[in-house]
């Protein structure tokens, strides 16, 4: 546990300047009333103000208790912000009961530290001191609320932050080790401004580490308490105080879900106080460009295409469209790994020798608030630019290409170099105010695709436009309806529940893709795990698992072969063991967190509550234990509607089940124990009030919900009666 620590400032007299003790009302040293101020964050306070405006903390003295007032030599910690989260990340949070109520959750813990904060803090006056800690942490909170983790806490001369929660991401530990690399190089840059300037040494050391913790209670202000589970956040701490100046060290865990987006080198085994076993360290040294997952599932090799022919089918019959210049947009949607990466990257394998202009764009989960990501990316394709080229370089292949498709272009140059942070003095000139500026550089765009394509068939591709920037966007909605009468083909995926805005136009065409099928599903296994045949046991593994998604085979697979965990068989392929419910792969279990998490709060803990009831339900079991009277239909047919649920049966009663098994299990393990164990207590007391012949056939089951709970008498007291009751049926092994 670590609890946030409070400061409490020496009041400054306003007549004389004088420093008096935290809480004092008049000047010791002239007698002048002094002003009033917050104990928790040293904000200004009215005389009759109960509490504080700033932070919302009760406006009491500090307690007197020593171990919370800095005795007079130690020195002077910095003070931490007064706010820790901003509006826009708050308002994500705060719509999540859960996130205030607990939950368990899988995060990464970022600790960054000032180096040499003892030796700095004698040689600098408090105020001196306080001012050059308050610029670093504005740097750290700003990396940090950019790729959306949360300040969790100061500690004077350092920061923690979690990234996972309390808003949930699929890519939790990519988005901290960017943060970490982001506040290393704006560290760098102010310590080099303070040895310039002051003559001062300056730089944080990071750690990074991933696990599970539980979320705890969020106070007025943000600031949360996490109790980590294991040696997460305690591990994290450790590496960051063993990590060089300037550097970022990681965990073995963390290592594993950023190494194919980043550059890591091996600092081997390290002893870290108060662990009683040497740790594996790995340094983050770099950032890799432009990839998203798929570029990382290229980089290992593809497995096999298994199936899809109709799609690729659909997809060949669109070139064909493109090439004889009827232009149209076609939507791959589908959930989360279901496959349509895989099936752009057939389609621009066939466009290979087809004689057509191929750009693409990836949209990324922590690019968002990059404004006009997508459509760089595709201009940087475009002109071939490549990072760390000269600027002179960019700019002659800026002008050269638009020169090259046509001369009448030139007016357009400016602004596309604009667009891509290339120097644009131009722009400036013209004197345009903002808004006529943004026309002007998307209409530049536009005329530049169009007129590429009446030289030769273009292709277009936008890959996860659920995560698309504003800007991109508007520009995309602006250039959609010109489509048709151009020689473009706009391909876009985005998963289940995206819309875009030119969904209902006749020239779209919407490609769903399915989950693959049981047979298609095995002989995929089969090739990822290198082996002939599946055994039985394993077949039904793998079906029950992945039902059929690509990305969780590929997952599954890949957790199989490193824990060693298949076996030869006389039947085939078979486990060496059974994997519990809630062994899950963690890249799986981060994805479907993060879509969990983005539900509206109501269908969240509905999917929760279902997830207590097992892998398939009734409707009048759902019911039964919502609270407080609400009727759960409307929620559970959204779940459907978005299929997280499906309907199972419609007789003798309304019956569901979950889309996936996994949704199920990573739904369940988001409850935090207390709240799993009530839910199964009133699970199992629900199940009690059924007629008395349905309640016999379900007598299993009353006594696995209430062994789950507190009311584990009841749980022995049901199981024996399914006892008598399998004895009557001459179950005598059951």
Same mark, same amino acid.
């Given at each position: 546990?670590?609890?946030?620590?409070?400061?409490?400032?020496?009041?400054?007299?306003?007549?004389?300047?004088?420093?008096?003790?935290?809480?004092?009302?008049?000047?010791?040293?002239?007698?002048? @009333?002094?002003?009033?101020?917050?104990?928790?964050?040293? &904000? =200004? *306070?009215?005389?009759?103000? $109960?509490?504080?405006? /700033?932070? +919302?903390?009760?406006?009491?003295?500090?307690?007197?208790?020593?171990?919370?007032?800095?005795?007079?030599?130690?020195?002077?910690?910095?003070?931490?912000?007064?706010?820790?989260?901003?509006?826009?990340?708050?308002?994500?949070?705060?719509?999540?009961?859960?996130?205030?109520?607990?939950?368990?959750?899988?995060?990464?813990?970022?600790?960054?530290?000032?180096?040499?904060?003892?030796?700095?803090?004698?040689?600098?006056?408090?105020?001196?001191?306080?001012?050059?800690?308050?610029?670093?942490?504005?740097?750290?909170?700003?990396?940090?609320?950019?790729?959306?983790?949360?300040?969790?806490?100061?500690?004077?001369?350092?920061?923690?932050?979690?990234?996972?929660?309390?808003? @949930?991401?699929?890519?939790?530990?990519?988005?901290?080790? &960017? =943060? *970490?690399?982001?506040?290393? $190089?704006?560290?760098? /840059?102010? +310590?080099?401004?303070?040895?310039?300037?002051?003559?001062?040494?300056?730089?944080?050391?990071?750690?990074?580490?991933?696990?599970?913790?539980?979320?705890?209670?969020?106070?007025?202000?943000?600031?949360?308490?996490?109790?980590?589970?294991?040696?997460?956040?305690?591990?994290?701490?450790?590496?960051?105080?063993?990590?060089?100046?300037?550097?970022?060290?990681?965990?073995?865990?963390?290592?594993?879900?950023?190494?194919?987006?980043?550059?890591?080198?091996?600092?081997?085994?390290?002893?870290?106080?108060?662990?009683?076993?040497?740790?594996?360290?790995?340094?983050?040294?770099?950032?890799?460009?432009?990839?998203?997952?798929?570029?990382?599932?290229?980089?290992?090799?593809?497995?096999?295409?298994?199936?899809?022919?109709?799609?690729? &089918?659909?997809?060949?019959?669109?070139?064909?469209?493109?090439?004889?210049?009827?232009?149209?947009?076609?939507?791959?949607?589908?959930?989360?790994?279901?496959?349509?990466?895989?099936?752009?990257?057939?389609?621009?394998?066939?466009?290979?020798?087809?004689?057509?202009?191929?750009?693409?764009?990836?949209?990324?989960?922590?690019?968002?608030?990059?404004?006009?990501?997508?459509?760089?990316?595709?201009?940087?394709?475009?002109?071939?630019?490549?990072?760390?080229?000269?600027?002179?370089?960019?700019?002659?292949?800026?002008?050269?290409?638009?020169?090259?498709?046509?001369?009448?272009?030139?007016?357009?140059?400016?602004?596309?170099?604009?667009?891509?942070?290339?120097?644009?003095?131009?722009?400036?000139?013209?004197?345009?105010?903002?808004?006529?500026?943004?026309?002007?550089?998307?209409?530049?765009?536009?005329?530049?695709?169009?007129?590429?394509?009446?030289?030769?068939?273009?292709?277009?591709?936008?890959?996860?436009?659920?995560?698309?920037?504003?800007?991109?966007?508007?520009?995309?909605?602006?250039?959609?309806?010109?489509?048709?009468?151009?020689?473009?083909?706009?391909?876009?995926?985005?998963?289940?529940?995206?819309?875009?805005?030119?969904?209902?136009?006749?020239?779209?065409?919407?490609?769903?893709?399915?989950?693959?099928?049981?047979?298609?599903?095995?002989?995929?296994?089969?090739?990822?795990?290198?082996?002939?045949?599946?055994?039985?046991?394993?077949?039904?593994?793998?079906?029950?698992?992945?039902?059929?998604?690509?990305?969780?085979?590929?997952?599954?697979?890949?957790?199989?072969?490193?824990?060693?965990?298949?076996?030869?068989?006389?039947?085939?392929?078979?486990?060496?063991?059974?994997?519990?419910?809630?062994?899950?792969?963690?890249?799986?279990?981060?994805?479907?967190?993060?879509?969990?998490?983005?539900?509206?709060?109501?269908?969240?803990?509905?999917?929760?509550?279902?997830?207590?009831?097992?892998?398939?339900?009734?409707?009048?079991?759902?019911?039964?234990?919502?609270?407080?009277?609400?009727?759960?239909?409307?929620?559970?047919?959204?779940?459907?509607?978005?299929?997280?649920?499906?309907?199972?049966?419609?007789?003798?009663?309304?019956?569901?089940?979950?889309?996936?098994?996994?949704?199920?299990?990573?739904?369940?393990?988001?409850?935090?124990?207390?709240?799993?164990?009530?839910?199964?207590?009133?699970?199992?007391?629900?199940?009690?009030?059924?007629?008395?012949?349905?309640?016999?056939?379900?007598?299993?089951?009353?006594?696995?919900?209430?062994?789950?709970?507190?009311?584990?008498?009841?749980?022995?007291?049901?199981?024996?009666?399914?006892?008598?009751?399998?004895?009557?049926?001459?179950?005598?092994?059951?």
């Amino acid at each position: 546990m670590f609890p946030p620590p409070r400061y409490y400032w020496p009041v400054q007299c306003p007549a004389c300047r004088h420093e008096n003790r935290a809480g004092a009302r008049f000047c010791d040293e002239c007698g002048a @009333a002094l002003p009033r101020a917050c104990p928790a964050c040293g &904000a =200004a *306070a009215r005389s009759n103000a $109960k509490f504080c405006d /700033e932070c +919302g903390q009760p406006l009491t003295a500090a307690p007197a208790s020593p171990a919370r007032v800095a005795p007079a030599p130690a020195p002077q910690r910095a003070a931490a912000p007064a706010s820790y989260t901003p509006r826009h990340l708050a308002e994500k949070i705060l719509v999540s009961r859960a996130a205030i109520e607990g939950e368990r959750k899988q995060v990464t813990v970022l600790f960054a530290d000032c180096v040499g904060f003892t030796a700095l803090s004698t040689r600098l006056d408090p105020e001196d001191l306080h001012g050059i800690m308050d610029g670093c942490f504005q740097n750290v909170m700003e990396a940090v609320h950019r790729y959306e983790g949360t300040v969790n806490q100061f500690t004077g001369d350092g920061v923690m932050a979690l990234f996972g929660a309390p808003i @949930a991401h699929e890519d939790h530990a990519v988005r901290a080790a &960017a =943060a *970490a690399l982001a506040i290393q $190089k704006a560290t760098q /840059e102010y +310590g080099e401004r303070l040895r310039r300037e002051r003559g001062l040494d300056f730089a944080l050391r990071i750690g990074l580490n991933t696990g599970p913790v539980v979320v705890g209670r969020i106070g007025d202000d943000l600031r949360m308490d996490y109790t980590a589970q294991g040696e997460t956040v305690n591990l994290a701490a450790r590496l960051q105080a063993s990590a060089p100046p300037g550097g970022v060290l990681v965990s073995d865990a963390t290592r594993r879900l950023v190494s194919d987006y980043f550059l890591t080198e091996d600092r081997g085994e390290l002893a870290l106080k108060g662990l009683d076993r040497p740790v594996r360290a790995w340094a983050v040294t770099a950032q890799r460009s432009r990839r998203a997952r798929f570029d990382v599932a290229l980089e290992r090799g593809l497995t096999p295409l298994v199936g899809r022919a109709g799609e690729l &089918a659909f997809l060949r019959e669109s070139i064909e469209r493109v090439q004889r210049g009827r232009g149209h947009v076609v939507s791959i949607v589908g959930p989360a790994g279901v496959g349509k990466s895989r099936l752009v990257w057939e389609l621009k394998r066939e466009l290979m020798s087809a004689g057509v202009t191929y750009l693409e764009a990836h949209c990324l989960p922590h690019g968002a608030s990059a404004p006009l990501h997508p459509v760089i990316q595709m201009l940087e394709a475009n002109f071939r630019l490549e990072e760390g080229e000269d600027t002179e370089v960019q700019i002659a292949k800026v002008e050269q290409g638009v020169n090259a498709l046509d001369p009448q272009l030139a007016w357009t140059i400016p602004y596309l170099k604009h667009l891509l942070a290339l120097p644009a003095p131009e722009v400036e000139a013209e004197g345009l105010d903002q808004l006529q500026r943004k026309r002007r550089m998307m209409e530049a765009v536009r005329a530049l695709v169009f007129r590429g394509a009446q030289q030769r068939p273009l292709v277009l591709v936008a890959e996860d436009l659920q995560w698309m920037d504003a800007g991109s966007d508007e520009f995309f909605q602006l250039t959609v309806d010109s489509v048709p009468s151009q020689a473009v083909l706009f391909v876009t995926t985005y998963r289940a529940g995206y819309a875009p805005s030119w969904q209902d136009r006749s020239f779209h065409r919407r490609l769903s893709l399915e989950p693959l099928p049981d047979e298609e599903t095995l002989q995929m296994a089969a090739k990822l795990l290198e082996v002939d045949d599946l055994a039985p046991t394993l077949r039904q593994f793998v079906l029950r698992r992945a039902e059929g998604n690509p990305f969780f085979v590929e997952e599954l697979a890949r957790y199989l072969r490193e824990h060693d965990l298949v076996a030869p068989g006389a039947d085939g392929a078979t486990l060496r063991r059974e994997l519990a419910e809630g062994e899950v792969p963690a890249t799986v279990h981060d994805l479907l967190t993060a879509r969990i998490d983005r539900l509206p709060e109501p269908l969240k803990r509905t999917l929760q509550l279902t997830a207590v009831l097992g892998s398939e339900f009734s409707l009048s079991l759902v019911q039964a234990l919502a609270d407080g009277g609400e009727d759960p239909k409307p929620h559970v047919d959204e779940l459907v509607r978005l299929e997280l649920l499906h309907e199972k049966d419609l007789f003798p009663e309304l019956t569901y089940r979950f889309g996936h098994l996994l949704i199920q299990q990573v739904a369940y393990q988001g409850l935090l124990l207390r709240a799993r164990a009530e839910l199964h207590a009133r699970a199992g007391a629900a199940l009690e009030r059924l007629p008395a012949g349905r309640a016999d056939d379900v007598l299993q089951q009353i006594a696995e919900h209430y062994a789950r709970s507190a009311e584990r008498e009841r749980a022995v007291s049901f199981l024996v009666r399914a006892g008598d009751r399998w004895l009557s049926l001459f179950a005598y092994a059951d």
